[in-house]
């Protein structure tokens, strides 16, 4: 903790502990007043008790977010070396950590790289137009011809009713 979070923290701590006294000292005098008149109802706490009460929050809020330095631990198993943050770990090179993943064909950045604002929709369309071409020049030499009965090729016989009326 720096000399500064520690003097806010005594200002706020003194600011809070006058604050709840003078607040104390408010209801008691309510109560001696509600025993001798019965129109005490209309008084609230004064207000600089509430400003006090505020402004050692804030304090005691700013003095805790002062406080945070880098944490430092003591290894358990070592000679009683404290250890910073920051202090064994470097920042990680992306580019020589996902080689393996890169020669591999897996994208770790898979999630960012086809969201659809990064993905080119042509070249994706062309993919698909190139895969369908290929898919149904398999299927056609292998593919049973057009069933009499009903007047429907094998292809739209799978699909659902009301893809095969658009297809018409």
Same mark, same amino acid.
């Given at each position: 903790? &720096?000399?500064?979070?520690?003097?806010?923290?005594?200002?706020?701590?003194?600011?809070?502990?006058?604050?709840?006294?003078? &607040?104390?000292?408010?209801?008691?005098?309510?109560?001696?007043?509600?025993?001798?008149? &019965?129109?005490?109802?209309?008084?609230?706490?004064?207000?600089?008790?509430?400003?006090?009460?505020?402004?050692?929050?804030?304090?005691?809020?700013?003095?805790?977010?002062?406080?945070?330095?880098?944490?430092?631990?003591?290894?358990?198993?070592?000679?009683?070396?404290?250890?910073? *943050?920051?202090?064994?770990?470097?920042?990680?090179?992306?580019?020589?950590?996902?080689?393996?993943?890169?020669?591999?064909?897996?994208? +770790?950045?898979?999630?960012?790289?086809?969201?659809?604002?990064?993905?080119?929709?042509?070249?994706?369309?062309? *993919?698909?137009?190139?895969?369908?071409? %290929?898919?149904?020049?398999?299927?056609?030499?292998? %593919?049973?011809?057009?069933? +009499?009965?009903?007047?429907?090729?094998?292809?739209?016989?799978?699909?659902?009713?009301?893809? *095969?009326?658009?297809?018409?």
């Amino acid at each position: 903790m &720096s000399i500064l979070s520690k003097f806010l923290l005594v200002v706020a701590i003194c600011q809070l502990v006058h604050s709840g006294f003078s &607040s104390h000292e408010f209801h008691v005098l309510k109560k001696q007043l509600a025993l001798r008149n &019965s129109d005490v109802d209309q008084l609230t706490l004064p207000r600089d008790i509430q400003l006090e009460v505020l402004s050692g929050l804030v304090i005691f809020t700013l003095s805790v977010f002062l406080s945070n330095d880098k944490l430092s631990f003591l290894l358990l198993p070592g000679k009683g070396k404290l250890i910073k *943050q920051n202090a064994y770990l470097q920042e990680i090179s992306m580019n020589r950590a996902t080689i393996s993943n890169n020669l591999a064909g897996s994208d +770790p950045y898979g999630d960012v790289t086809y969201m659809p604002n990064f993905v080119d929709v042509h070249a994706r369309r062309e *993919q698909v137009r190139s895969w369908v071409i %290929e898919h149904d020049e398999k299927h056609l030499q292998s %593919e049973p011809k057009a069933d +009499p009965e009903t007047k429907q090729d094998a292809r739209t016989k799978s699909m659902p009713m009301h893809t *095969q009326k658009s297809k018409k």
